[in-house]
């Protein structure tokens, strides 16, 4: 079974610095990856996804991640925030090969992202 | 607009109520889910559904049934209410498309049990 650990519950930053929130997944199989951001009040909305290719993805707002499969990690990175960033971003995993149990999407417990002035 | 809809979006229910969370996606997905949101816990699956017809138990089943009513619908129901349900609770659906290959969630149910 697959498991994501969000390294930090809560990251603060000035604005225009940079930032970086991690995620490590551990899966027995090749995995997709997520990341998701949900605004106070609001629902989820995807910021970016790994399915193949490239290990550098790129999504809306300016962030991008990395895949490491080495590492199994999936950190997410901004290279300058800015107030509106100030949410709570949840990194999750799938694994490949759907069937069954297979394809449930886990997630992490959230990393809250506070953008100061 | 294609997606995940969600009905109701608040409900506060005393103990012991019943209730059912609708959900309907209008996407053709296979796949459907319930999730429920609690503080520092992220997101954690109750049930989930493969394919219209067939139903399965996800992380924390306990306390809810499921009912996947076709393709399009995909119900959460509560028999007997507990204030440890409070919680905010997600439908999702899925595609294998490709590239597509994603989830597309529901706006949330944020429901008080008291």
């Known amino acids: 079974a697959q498991s994501v650990t969000q390294l930090d519950s809560q990251v603060p930053v000035f604005e225009e610095a940079p930032v970086e929130l991690r995620c490590n997944y551990s899966s027995s199989v090749s995995v997709y990856l997520f990341w998701y951001v949900q605004y106070p009040n609001q629902g989820l909305q995807l910021l970016l996804k790994?399915?193949?290719?490239?290990?550098l993805v790129k999504g809306i707002n300016g962030f991008e991640a990395e895949f490491n499969k080495s590492q199994t990690s999936f950190h997410l990175r901004k290279p300058s925030v800015h107030i509106s960033d100030t949410a709570e971003y949840f990194c999750?995993?799938?694994?490949?090969?759907?069937?069954?149990?297979?394809?449930?999407?886990?997630f992490g417990k959230g990393t809250k992202l506070s953008v100061k002035p | 607009n294609a997606g995940v809809t969600q009905t109701p979006k608040f409900q506060v229910l005393k103990t012991g109520q019943s209730m059912t969370l609708q959900c309907a996606q209008d996407?053709?997905?296979?796949?459907m889910y319930w999730y429920r949101q609690d503080p520092g816990m992220g997101l954690r699956l109750i049930y989930y559904s493969a394919s219209e017809g067939t139903t399965d138990k996800g992380e924390v089943p306990n306390g809810y049934n499921v009912s996947r009513l076709n393709k399009r619908e995909f119900s959460l129901r509560l028999e007997s209410a507990a204030p440890s349900q409070t919680s905010v609770y997600f439908c999702a659906s899925m595609t294998l498309g490709g590239t597509e290959y994603g989830y597309t969630f529901g706006s949330g149910t944020r429901l008080t049990v008291v």
């Open positions: 999750a995993v799938s694994d490949m090969n759907y069937g069954g149990s297979q394809g449930n999407l886990i």
């Open positions: 996407m053709n997905h296979n796949s």
């Open positions: 790994y399915l193949s290719g490239s290990t």
